[in-house]
C-alpha cells in the first residue's frame, strides 16, 4: 500500500466506511493525513475521582458497584464506579441490553467526560468508555488525544485508527520528508506527526494557540499549494493566443459620446487597464470589483464594443434571466445610436426565436451576446467571440468560464469578470490569484446615499405605517424575510406567512412575493410584476440578494437583520437608492443583541462602503463566511487563513512565481498534496 492508495483498502474501512470518508473529502491514504484535528483531550493520566471538580474533562478509571435502569422522565441506566477515592454516576440514555450487561458489577471501566454536579452528587452523562475484567487491561494514552471534524455514522476511534495507519504508511514515503527549498521549519512528515499526535501539553498549548512551528510549516504549504495551483490555471488559459482587439481606447470615446453621463475617474482607470488587457495576444483574466450602482456594466460595454468594432463577437452572462434582460435592454439603449443590437438568448425564446438567434450567433450576425447559463450549452456555437464577460462570477464556477473559454475555437476570448461582493484585497490575494484586480472604488455623482435605521422588533407597527404612507405615494417597499435555520423550505414558509399578514395588515397595498422554493419561472414574474410596478410591496427571501434595478424601489425592511452576515446585508441594502428617491433601509432586529450581532448592525448603520464593510465582516467572521459555501468552494481550506495569515502571503506568491520557473516538479508534488488535480480547482 502508498499513499496513493484508495482509503478503503485499509484495516477497518471497507466499502460502507469509504462512503462516509468521501463526504469528509477523502478518498485516498493520503487525504486523511491531511485531515487535521479541530481540539484535543487529555487522557493521559487517570484523575482520582475525589478530585474532579465541576465542568471539567477528566479520565477516570473505577469498579462497577452497581447499575440499574430508572424510568424518571426518561429511560436512564445508571451505573456507579467507585476507585478508592470516591464514587462516580455515569448515566446513559441511548442503551441496549447487551450494553447493559456488559456493565456488570466487579467490571472495572475507564471513562473519558466531562465531570457535572447531579443531584446525587459527581456524575458524567455519556462518556466515551471502555470495559475489562484487569484494572491493569485499561491503561491512559500515550499521547494528547486529537478530535476531528466527523460525518454521520463515522465515530472518532474509528477515523483515529485509519489515520494512524495512514501516518505509518507516510513514514516510508520519502516524498514527505522532502526538502521543499524557500520553506522553513520542520519537514512535511513530522509536521503531519506533531499535529496528530502532541506529545505533551506545551505542543498542545502551542497548537491550540496556533503558534506551533509544525503549524506554520503545514499553513505555509497550503497557501502556497493554492497559489501555485490557481497560477497553473493561469498559465494554461494564456497559453492559447487571443484576438488583438488594439483599438479598444476608440470604443471608449465612441461610448462616452452615447452616455449622457461623464464616467468616474474609477471607471476610466479601470476601463485604461481592461484596454491595455485587450491590445495584448494573451486572454484578459481580469476581475473587476465595484460596489452596487459604481458602473461596472459601462466598464464591460466597453470591451464588448472594442470586439464588435473589430468585427468580432462578445458575451454577457448574467445569474438570471430577468438580469439578463436588464443588462440587455441598458446596452441596447447605449449602442442603438452605434449601430448596435445586443441579442438576447433566454430560455423563454420560441422555438423558431431561438432558432434564428443561434443561426445569427453562429454565422456572426449577432455581434452582441446577453444570457444566462443558457450560453453554456452545447448548441450555442459563435463563430468569433473575442469576449466574455461575466456578470456575479460568484454564481458561475470557473469550470463554466472554461467552457466559455473553448467557444473561441483556436483563440481564446477575453474574460472581464465582474463582482458586486467587495473582497478586501488580503483575501483577493489568495482567492482570485488566477485573475488581475481592478477596483472601482468611486460611485457616480448624484447618488444619495442609503439612509440605514436600526430598529428594535417592538417599533414594528412604525415601519408598516412608514410602508403604507410610501406605497400611497406610488413608491415602492422590499420586505426581506430571514430564518436561522438555512432552509429553503422554512424561508418559504416564513415568506408566504408574512406576505399573508402584511396583506391584512396594508389593506389596499398590493403585495409580491418571492421566494427559492418558487419555480424559476413563477419567481421571474413576481419580479418582472415588481420591477413594471404592478406591485408595490414585494416580500422576498434573501434570493433577491442579486437582482434587478426597480428606481422606484426607496424602502427595505429587513427583518430579524441580527442573523445576516455584513456582506449579506450590504448587497441586499443594494437593491434600493437606486433612483432619485431618497432611500431607506430599516433593519429590524429581535432582541437581546450579541456582541457580533450589535458590531455588525452598527457597521450597516455608520457606512455604505462596501470595501470597508467586507473589511469589517472579513475581521468578524472570517474568509468562509465572508464568501460563502459556492463562492468558497474548493478554497476551503484545512489549516490556513487568509486573514489571520496574511503577513505570510507576498513571500508565498514571490515563492510560488519561483517554483513555477525553477521548481516545476516540486510545484506539481505540492498542488497535488494539498488541492489535487489542478484542473479540478475551481471557485463554484
Not at 465541576?54 to 447499575?67: H, K, Q, T
Not at 513514514?171 to 512535511?188: F, K
Not at 437581546?592 to 457606512?607: D, N, S, V, Y
Request: one cysteine or more; proline letters at 5%.
Amino acid at each position: 500500500m502508498t499513499l496513493d492508495t484508495e482509503a478503503t483498502f485499509l484495516k477497518g474501512a471497507g466499502p460502507a466506511v469509504a462512503m462516509r470518508l468521501r463526504a469528509l473529502g477523502i478518498e485516498r491514504v493520503r487525504d486523511l493525513l491531511f485531515h487535521l484535528p479541530l481540539r484535543y483531550e487529555d487522557r493521559r493520566a487517570h484523575r482520582p475521582i475525589a478530585q474532579l471538580r465541576n465542568g471539567e474533562d477528566a479520565l477516570v478509571r473505577g469498579r462497577v458497584v452497581g447499575s440499574d435502569v430508572r424510568f424518571a422522565g426518561r429511560r436512564t441506566l445508571r451505573v456507579q464506579i467507585e476507585d478508592g477515592s470516591g464514587t462516580l454516576l455515569l448515566r446513559f440514555f441511548h442503551f441496549n441490553e447487551a450494553q447493559r450487561a456488559n456493565l456488570g458489577d466487579g467490571r472495572w471501566l475507564q471513562a473519558f467526560g466531562t465531570a457535572r454536579v447531579g443531584a446525587a452528587g459527581i456524575e458524567m452523562v455519556h462518556p466515551q468508555y471502555r470495559v475489562a475484567d484487569q484494572a491493569e487491561e485499561l491503561q491512559p494514552e500515550a499521547t494528547l488525544t486529537p478530535i476531528y471534524p466527523l460525518t454521520t455514522g463515522l465515530a472518532q476511534p474509528r477515523l483515529r485508527q485509519l489515520i494512524a495507519q495512514a501516518l505509518q504508511l507516510a513514514a516510508r514515503d520519502a516524498a514527505l520528508m522532502r526538502v521543499l527549498p524557500g520553506l522553513d521549519g520542520p519537514d512535511t512528515l513530522a509536521a503531519l506527526q506533531a499535529i496528530h499526535l502532541p506529545k505533551d501539553d506545551h505542543d498542545a498549548q502551542r497548537l491550540l494557540a496556533q503558534t506551533h512551528p509544525a503549524q506554520r510549516r503545514l499553513k505555509c504549504e497550503e497557501l502556497l499549494a493554492h497559489q501555485l495551483s490557481l497560477r497553473v490555471l493561469r498559465q494554461r488559459q494564456r497559453s492559447r493566443p487571443s484576438p488583438r482587439l488594439p483599438r479598444a481606447a476608440e470604443a471608449e470615446a465612441e461610448l462616452q459620446a452615447q452616455l449622457g453621463f461623464a464616467m468616474t475617474g474609477a471607471q476610466r482607470r479601470v476601463i485604461a487597464e481592461v484596454c491595455r488587457d485587450l491590445g495584448a495576444a494573451q486572454p484578459m483574466l481580469r476581475l473587476v470589483q465595484g460596489d452596487v450602482g459604481s458602473g461596472k456594466t459601462v466598464v464591460a460595454a466597453v470591451a464588448m464594443l472594442a470586439a464588435a468594432r473589430a468585427g468580432l463577437q462578445a458575451a454577457l452572462l448574467a445569474p438570471t434571466e430577468l438580469l439578463a434582460e436588464q443588462h440587455q435592454k441598458n446596452l441596447a439603449r447605449w449602442f442603438a445610436p452605434l449601430g448596435l443590437a445586443p441579442l438576447l438568448l433566454a430560455n423563454k425564446l420560441k422555438k423558431t426565436q431561438r432558432e434564428t438567434a443561434l443561426a445569427a450567433i453562429a454565422g456572426g450576425a449577432a455581434p452582441l451576446v446577453v444570457g444566462t447559463h443558457a450560453v453554456f450549452q452545447d448548441e450555442v456555437k459563435f463563430r468569433n467571440l473575442a469576449v466574455v464577460v461575466v456578470d456575479e462570477q460568484h454564481r458561475f464556477g470557473v469550470q463554466q468560464r472554461l467552457a466559455l473559454r473553448d467557444k473561441g475555437g483556436a483563440r481564446a476570448p477575453h474574460q472581464l469578470i465582474m463582482s458586486a461582493t467587495p473582497i478586501p484585497r488580503t483575501l483577493a490575494q489568495t482567492v482570485y490569484a488566477d485573475l488581475d484586480i481592478s477596483v472601482i472604488d468611486e460611485l457616480p455623482p448624484g447618488r444619495t446615499p442609503v439612509q440605514t435605521v436600526v430598529l428594535s422588533n417592538e417599533k414594528r407597527d412604525e415601519v408598516l405605517a412608514r410602508i403604507g404612507d410610501a406605497c400611497r405615494q406610488k413608491r415602492q417597499a422590499y420586505w426581506v424575510c430571514t430564518l436561522i435555520e438555512e432552509s429553503d423550505e422554512l424561508d418559504a414558509e416564513a415568506a408566504e406567512a408574512t406576505a399573508t399578514r402584511l396583506r391584512a395588515e396594508l389593506p389596499g397595498v398590493r403585495v409580491g412575493l418571492v421566494h427559492g422554493r418558487m419555480k424559476g419561472e413563477a419567481k421571474e414574474e413576481q419580479m418582472r410584476a415588481f420591477k413594471d410596478g404592478l406591485t408595490q410591496l414585494l416580500v422576498a427571501t434573501t434570493v433577491i440578494e442579486v437582482g434587478v434595478d426597480v428606481p422606484n424601489a426607496s424602502i427595505m425592511v429587513i427583518e430579524n437583520a441580527e442573523r445576516l452576515g455584513l456582506s449579506q446585508l450590504h448587497q441586499l441594502r443594494g437593491r434600493v437608492g437606486r433612483g432619485s428617491e431618497k432611500s431607506q433601509c430599516v433593519l429590524l432586529y429581535q432582541g437581546p443583541l450579541g456582541e457580533a450581532a450589535r458590531a455588525r448592525l452598527e457597521t450597516m448603520r455608520a457606512t455604505t462602503d462596501g470595501f470597508a464593510i467586507a473589511q469589517r465582516d472579513l475581521e468578524l467572521r472570517g474568509p468562509g463566511e465572508l464568501l460563502g459555501r459556492r463562492q468558497t468552494g474548493e478554497i476551503g481550506m484545512k489549516l490556513a487563513d487568509p486573514l489571520r495569515d496574511a503577513p505570510l502571503i507576498p513571500q508565498l506568491q514571490q515563492l510560488a512565481e519561483r517554483w513555477l520557473a525553477e521548481e516545476p516538479e516540486v510545484a506539481k508534488l505540492l498542488i497535488a498534496r494539498w488541492v489535487g488535480d489542478a484542473d479540478r480547482y475551481a471557485r463554484v
